[in-house]
């Protein structure tokens, strides 16, 4: 094997098992949190699944990052 891929593999491996868990993470605070509508939580939990490097952000800065700017208010 060549010698990049003994590097490539591990950290490829690695970023899979990452984006795995914070899959689970952000599927289970979608359905504990209150600040996501009950009606859109079924939507949330299939675009975090099927689009989740582009959804994972946007989730964050909507539900998450804007809660904890109004709480410091």
């Known amino acids: 094997m060549p010698t990049i891929m003994k590097i490539i593999f591990p950290l ?3 970023t899979m ?3 795995f868990g914070l899959l689970a993470i952000y599927i289970r605070h979608i359905f504990k949190t209150e600040a996501v509508p009950q009606d859109k939580k079924a939507l949330w939990a299939v675009v975090i699944f099927c689009g ?3 959804a994972m952000p946007v989730y964050w800065y909507l539900y998450i ?4 700017d109004k709480g410091r208010e």
Not at 65 to 68: A, T
């Open 65 to 68: 990052w804007k809660k904890l």
């Open 12 to 14: 490829h491996f690695f």
């Open 17 to 19: 098992i990452w984006i």
């Open 52 to 54: 989740n490097m582009i």
